[in-house]
């Protein structure tokens, strides 16, 4: 028997691609998009939210075993904020009464990006977590206003905050208690119409390249992360849970390195001299946190712009704002990878490098690039 799934974003790109993937195996999509489709409604809005969430219910008579909130926007501009972020965030809550009634394999999923892996700004990160919309779009709209650099971190920060939440929230009772399992999947660059101006040219792949490296396969068609959408809103998918599955052509690898685990592991000062057995952890306590870093970020609010004059900001494991560390970029241990340009440069001081990574440059982008769907 069909199951009934909702995907937002139908009408183009990604959302249309799974839309017609699931119908071809015989599921019943329900599309829901600003332009057109089975629920005409505007994320944008908390009224919009409310009408795509009773459009849906009224669609299907209440009835619905998956969800994909997949729609989304990639401008430096406050509305991606509450489309991104909160137009997910509140068609997934008013939806998972409904979710939590079905009887065949309810199942929820969002699309993130690989761009929470680039510089975000922090206080719009926790808005959006606290979920202060207000606060969230006035942050934004002052980003906007500050230029270019400033404004590219708009749609990093919604994402960043989007698969945050989705961690946050997969394990509670409200979802895992209720047999739901709550994922996000994080594209590299897709070649949808969102992206075409930027894949058009070599100039424009060269830059695009600079800060999403996508060494398996290059760029993606919309189809094959439709594809790894329907499996996590198939009943195959049992024990997923709140995870980000990149599928980026490993730039999360060569962002983040070999080892995105350490920040578990055990202080060596720390193990008990009986048993071996640690009694902190790097990231609980961190009294003894490792050399400091110098951080230059890319211009901007609350930020300096490399060779501007300013002193570097220099953070240790303890300082690092608490939005950066879990991301897992390696900041203690990446290489310079950039010369003076408007990307962000990282340094470290005092012990050599302990595991891999890089940190992009923004060179010939002039702004982080809103291009990951």
Excluded at 81 to 89: E, I, K, L, P, S
Aim: aromatic share 2%.
């Amino acid at each position: 028997m069909a199951r009934t799934i909702v995907v937002t974003g139908a009408a183009s790109g990604i959302g249309q691609a799974l839309a017609a993937l699931l119908t071809r195996r015989g599921e019943h999509v329900v599309a829901v998009d600003v332009t057109s489709g089975d629920v005409v409604a505007d994320l944008s809005t908390r009224r919009g939210r409310d009408d795509a969430v009773e459009g849906v219910l009224d669609e299907t008579g209440g009835r619905i075993d998956a969800v994909v909130a997949n729609a989304g926007l990639a401008l430096p501009v406050r509305e991606t904020v509450a489309v991104n972020h909160f137009g997910a965030v509140d068609l997934l809550t008013g939806l998972r009464p409904a979710l939590a009634a079905s009887s065949r394999a309810p199942r929820a999923v969002v699309t993130s990006s690989m761009a929470t892996l680039l510089p975000v700004h922090v206080p719009l990160v926790e808005a959006c977590l606290a979920g202060d919309e207000d606060r969230a779009l006035a942050l934004a709209a002052e980003l906007e206003a500050a230029g270019p650099q400033a404004a590219a971190t708009i749609y990093p920060s919604s994402k960043r905050a989007l698969s945050r939440w989705v961690r946050r929230v997969a394990p509670l009772p409200a979802w895992a208690g209720a047999g739901i399992p709550l994922n996000a999947v994080a594209p590299g660059v897709v070649r949808t119409p969102m992206t075409a101006a930027m894949t058009a040219t070599a100039d424009g792949r060269a830059a695009l390249d600079a800060v999403v490296p996508m060494p398996l396969g290059g760029y993606l068609e919309a189809g094959q992360v439709a594809a790894l959408l329907a499996w996590l809103v198939s009943a195959e998918n049992t024990h997923v849970c709140g995870q980000t599955v990149h599928v980026d052509g490993g730039s999360d690898v060569l962002l983040r390195g070999d080892d995105v685990w350490s920040w578990h592991d055990a202080d060596p000062g720390t193990l008990s001299p009986r048993t071996g057995v640690a009694t902190t952890h790097v990231g609980r306590d961190l009294s003894r946190a490792p050399a400091p870093v110098s951080v230059r970020p890319a211009g901007g609010p609350g930020h300096h712009r490399p060779g501007a004059g300013s002193p570097d900001r220099t953070l240790t494991d303890s300082g690092c704002s608490p939005d950066l560390r879990p991301t897992g970029l390696p900041l203690a241990w990446a290489r310079r990878w950039t010369t003076g340009s408007a990307g962000v440069a990282v340094t470290t001081t005092g012990s050599s490098p302990r595991r891999g990574g890089w940190v992009p440059s923004h060179r010939g982008l002039g702004t982080h690039p809103s291009c990951c769907s």
